[in-house]
């Protein structure tokens, strides 16, 4: 199947369908993710012409202040990080490769937003999030 993977903004004439799909299988897309000193917020979507596919939103913050810590600083320069706030690939597109090529693209636009490192949470019971982590070679956390 042929897919590409974009970065899709409000401005976009299918922006009503991606929030749509956060909706549908991720809790919505709130402009600004609570409790995080928030300075960007991406989307990156798997579509095809008619469907979406799968969805990663990434949010830039600094280092730190996420563990009640002072910002890390280099050179008096706040230091950032990408963190991935939304990953979901719709079950029926699962196990080809899609969620990879989301993840592939995400560290290449955190590195293009000046991201020091990229990370992500999931939960214990996770466990297909735990095995694509592994095997592009991250440490499942
Ligand atoms: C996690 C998720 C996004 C992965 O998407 P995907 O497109 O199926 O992932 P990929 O096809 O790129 O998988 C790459 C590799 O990860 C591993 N993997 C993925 N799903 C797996 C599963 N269910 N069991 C075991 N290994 C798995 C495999 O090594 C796989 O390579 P292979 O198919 O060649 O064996 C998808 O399963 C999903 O949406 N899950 C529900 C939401 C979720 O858990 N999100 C993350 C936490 S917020």
Request: with cysteine; glycine share 10%; hydrophobic share 40%.
């Amino acid at each position: 199947m042929k897919y590409e993977i974009c970065e899709f903004n409000e401005g976009d004439p299918r922006w009503a369908e991606v929030v749509g799909f956060f909706d549908r299988h991720c809790s919505g897309l709130p402009e600004f993710v609570d409790g995080y000193d928030q300075r960007d917020s991406r989307v990156l979507v798997a579509n095809t012409r008619g469907a979406i596919l799968g969805v990663l939103r990434l949010i830039v913050i600094p280092i730190g202040p996420e563990d009640d810590l002072p910002s890390v600083r280099i050179d008096g320069e706040e230091v950032l990080q990408g963190k991935i706030k939304d990953f979901f690939v719709f079950p029926e597109f699962r196990r080809r490769r899609i969620g990879t090529s989301l993840q592939e693209k995400a560290i290449e636009l955190a590195k293009s937003l000046g991201c020091r490192q990229l990370v992500s949470f999931s939960y214990s019971h996770s466990r297909e999030n735990h095995a694509l982590k592994l095997q592009m070679g991250r440490g499942a956390a």
